[in-house]
């Protein structure tokens, strides 16, 4: 019987021919990785590696590329270097500002990468007589931001262990094709490191900053205002250049060789040649060098699929309140019962240590925004918060049904005015209580 390996041993009649697979393999892993070059300290010196899915790659970053020569190789709508990259691709919640009157239907992407983040504060629950959903309130004590000194710090070296893995597995399984005279393998292998490290050291040269409005039309009023979520709303307080880092600005990358981005054109041409080559090349390799091969791509396909792991707006996130230096401490949480105990909550806070009578805020309004219902029973509950926010007194008897004129309300508008003026009720207790927990916001600013 002859050896069962020996069709296996004998590399003139078994190939593996994954020439085909190494273009297209773990593409989407790959652009994920190189979305993340940005976001590591040191990160563009660390692609040299045989990375797999060159023609992916190739295919999305050559549309950055602008000219009629690139738009014929790379067809497609041309991407902005932040959209391509995945720093600027989503829109935030609606805006309105207390004080100015702005009102903004969609924020921008920093107010996105803000929603998800202050779910990370453990939240202090408000009195509530009733729980109808939990309703989260997060106020952000934004800081005073230096934008003459505005660095994006990125992350730290840790990172260049986990990538010291594919490198030496490349460099190895090149050595390793040479050592068994296998130079198509070796030159496919040498030429997947230089491509691949190439293009991460070009487009990781890119320099990543905030876009933001520095200096507002000048006596604009203090930016406070709210974002409003589907079950939550966050509170931003500090002032009108600082909030409009949040709701106005994004991420932008600077890429040498704007506007046509030449540079990121010829490395996307590169790969793609690097495809190619492979196709025709790696079939003509030994069963050893092919073995190589496929090993250094398996090794690079797993580290990309790590970086791909990470969650990239965490780190964005991360990026961003490290830059304007907003710490935890300037975020803090709470959980109301009701959407009607948040809205009248919210409304105190943003009224909070403004003179009476109250000039540059209408209350009315605030609520409004949360609860659109002009009905008698909603009309006479506004009224009574209003009247509190007013006068700002820890009394709370303005909420008892006995000081509220019932007339033209029938018994069962006069039940359900009850139960939303206790809700009222428990959010002005939870604003009394919680005075000396919101005080450490102030001294950040």
């Keep these: 019987m002859p050896p069962l390996l020996g069709p296996i041993a004998d590399s003139q009649k078994f190939s593996l021919d994954a020439s085909g697979v ?36 190739a295919k999305e970053f050559g549309r950055i590329s602008k000219s009629r020569f690139w738009s014929g190789l790379f067809p497609g709508s041309n991407h902005d270097p932040a959209i391509a990259f995945k720093l600027d691709v989503k829109t935030g919640p609606k805006y309105v500002a207390s004080r100015s009157g702005t009102v903004m239907q969609q924020t921008g992407h920093f107010a996105h990468l803000l929603t998800q983040g202050t779910d990370d504060a453990t939240p202090f629950p408000l009195p509530a007589t009733r729980t109808t ?50 130079w198509y393998c070796f030159a496919m292998i040498l030429l997947g490191i230089i491509s691949s490290g190439v293009t991460c050291f070009i487009i990781g040269s890119g320099v990543l900053d905030i ?25 931003l307080k500090g002032k009108e250049k600082d909030v409009n880092a949040i709701t106005k600005r994004k991420f932008s990358l600077k890429l040498n060789g704007a506007p046509e981005y030449t540079a990121i054109g010829l490395c996307s041409l590169l790969l793609e040649v690097q495809f190619l080559l492979q196709l025709l090349l790696i079939p003509q390799g030994l069963l ?4 190589m091969f496929l090993t250094s791509v398996v090794a690079s396909w797993a ?34 019962g009701t959407r009607t105990s948040m809205a009248a909550f919210t409304c105190f806070v943003l009224c909070e240590n403004l003179p009476r009578p ?20 909603w009309q006479k509950w506004w009224e009574q918060v209003v009247a509190q926010v007013e006068k700002e007194e820890d009394d709370t008897s303005i909420f008892q049904p006995g000081n509220v004129n019932l007339s033209g309300l029938n018994s069962g508008e006069q039940a359900l005015l009850t139960t939303l003026l206790q809700d009222a009720k428990d959010a002005y207790e939870g604003y009394i209580q919680t005075r000396d927990l919101r005080q450490p916001l102030k001294n950040t600013k």
């Design 22 to 57: 190494a273009g297209f393999f773990g593409g989407e892993e790959a652009i994920t990785a190189m979305a993340t070059v940005h976001l590591y300290r040191g990160r563009r010196w660390l692609g040299w590696y045989n990375s797999p899915g060159s023609y992916t790659i």
């Design 358 to 377: 109250l000039k540059d805020i209408e209350p009315m309004k605030i609520l409004l925004e949360f609860l659109p219902n002009e009905t008698p029973v």
């Design 133 to 182: 959903t939990n309703s989260r309130i997060s106020i952000v004590t934004v800081p005073e931001i230096a934008y003459h000194n505005l660095l994006v710090q990125t992350m730290s070296y840790h990172h260049a262990v986990f990538a010291s893995f594919p490198i030496l597995v490349s460099i190895s399984t090149c050595i390793f094709s040479a050592l068994f005279a296998d």
């Design 288 to 291: 050893i060098g092919q073995i």
């Design 211 to 235: 876009e933001t409005v520095k200096n507002p039309a000048e006596g604009s009023p203090p930016g406070d205002g709210i974002l409003l979520m589907q079950n939550g709303v966050i509170i």
């Design 303 to 336: 580290y990309n699929s790590f970086l791909a792991s990470l969650d990239n707006e965490k780190l964005q996130r991360k990026l961003f309140c490290e830059t304007i230096k907003l710490h935890e401490s300037a975020i803090v949480g709470f959980n109301a």
